[in-house]
């Protein structure tokens, strides 16, 4: 498992936050504009009343020709800038056209100009007036309130929105995720909404069928011919038991039966690996705790043949006296093809088979493999990759190891070191 794998999030949790958040800034501009809306409300009356007195005030001066005194209390005539409140007078000067204007001690005026030729303005102080200003810290204390129920509202229906969005993907997740290959669904995508839940569930339920029915084909295409591989190498080998049976030691012909008898043997190998393969592949099940030096010596002992007229000295070490979790036959596979390797592969010189730090390490002083080759073999499997040459057993490994989690290093120098990691 990679370990650096990012954390899913989850998507009920997402929805669940964006819609809060979504409804959080909607109550608080909601909020912000009702605020607004009551200011100008609360303007509008006071700039009614301030103009209803000011054409009072304007017909009286046009009949007398002397402007009257008011008669609302909170509201007085000035003739002149310099006669305007003082708290206020600055910042008309300032701001001419300026119509409402803040003082001191919370006094609040509106600003009315009567005769811009003659310097005359009505002005009225209405901080006795407001409506709203007295109480804006309680609106703004029920508009809190206003949007913390909202949130909770909101919160509420993204949790059902989350959750029912939420659980047949996960249900989904959890149908296909880890699936071992001959335990794929036939069927699941009628279970799902018909959605875009339901099209993604129709689609891996068809991609799925594919994938079990091309793993299909590949068990029986390997099963199959691996039997039909089998009786023609057992017809060579009997024929060549046959030969050798009637044949004298100093038999001329001896040696080439001699390389068709170890051809039989390797055909014979592959065959019994493809089988093994095909059956106990996808079979993680059967893992137990297996004695690895019998499995050792028994290797060495089917492949020996291959290390007659050479001299080359096979050491296995006391640590191969140990136990592996493994199955006994996805194990007896890895040796028979990493020992005939170096058995086949090595011509002068020693092969030593070692288990350090629950790696299986297996030596020998052959001619190496390339590096690029090396490499190429602990490269994850990439879909369209050719064999690039380095053998079958050596491919087949790899198939075994990246299968069931088991770490495969090769290294060549002088003679070639592979190392099998197996998982604890």
């Known amino acids: ?178 699936v071992a290959p001959e335990n794929i669904p036939n069927t699941f995508a009628h279970n799902f909404p018909n959605n875009e839940i339901g099209v993604l569930a129709h689609t891996l339920e068809n991609s799925m069928q594919q994938i079990s029915k091309a793993l299909e084909r590949e068990k029986c295409f390997t099963r199959d011919t691996s039997h039909e591989l089998r009786t023609p190498v057992a017809i060579i080998k009997n024929a060549v038991e046959v030969y050798h049976s009637k044949n004298t030691e100093n038999d001329d012909n001896r040696q080439l039966i001699s390389r068709i008898s170890d051809a039989a043997m390797q055909m014979e190998q592959t065959v019994n690996t493809l089988l093994i393969l095909a059956r106990e592949e996808h079979n993680s099940e059967n893992k137990t705790l297996t004695p690895l030096l019998p499995l050792v010596e028994q290797s060495i002992l089917d492949h020996s043949y291959m290390l007659n007229g050479k001299a080359i000295d096979v050491d296995v070490t006391n640590n191969c006296n140990t136990q592996i979790h493994a199955q006994s036959g996805m194990l007896k596979v890895l040796l028979d093809n990493l020992l005939s390797n170096a058995f086949q592969y090595t011509n002068l010189g020693e092969v030593n088979v070692d288990f350090i730090n629950n790696q299986l390490v297996i030596s020998d002083t052959g001619p190496g493999i390339e590096e690029d080759i090396s490499s190429h073999i602990t490269a994850p499997a990439v879909k369209g990759s050719q064999s690039t040459g380095y053998g079958f057993g050596l491919s087949i490994v790899k198939r075994l190891c990246e299968h069931q989690g088991w770490q495969l290093t090769v290294e060549s120098n002088n003679g070639t070191v592979v190392s099998v990691a197996f998982s604890k």
């Not at 301030?50 to 009072?56: G, L, R």
């Not at 005026?109 to 303005?121: D, G, I, P």
């Open 1 to 178: 498992m990679n370990n650096n794998a990012r954390k899913p999030h989850s998507l009920s949790r997402r929805i669940v936050a964006q819609f809060c958040i979504f409804t959080l800034v909607i109550s608080a501009i909601y909020c912000f504009f009702c605020l607004i809306l009551l200011y100008n409300l609360e303007d509008s009356f006071i700039e009614r009343e301030v103009a209803q007195e000011a054409n009072f005030l304007t017909t009286q001066y046009q009949a007398t020709g002397q402007w009257p005194k008011t008669h609302v209390p909170h509201m007085s005539v000035y003739l002149s800038k310099s006669t305007l409140p003082v708290d206020m007078q600055q910042q008309f000067l300032a701001e001419p056209q300026r119509k409402e204007f803040y003082g001191e001690q919370g006094r609040h005026y509106h600003l009315y100009t009567l005769s811009k030729n003659e310097n005359v303005y009505l002005v009225a102080e209405v901080s006795q007036n407001l409506l709203v200003r007295p109480i804006r810290d309680g609106v703004i204390q029920f508009f809190l309130i206003f949007g913390g129920i909202l949130s909770l509202v909101a919160f509420f229906i993204a949790w059902l929105l989350g959750r029912k969005t939420a659980t047949p993907l996960k249900q989904l997740a959890d149908l296909v995720d880890g």
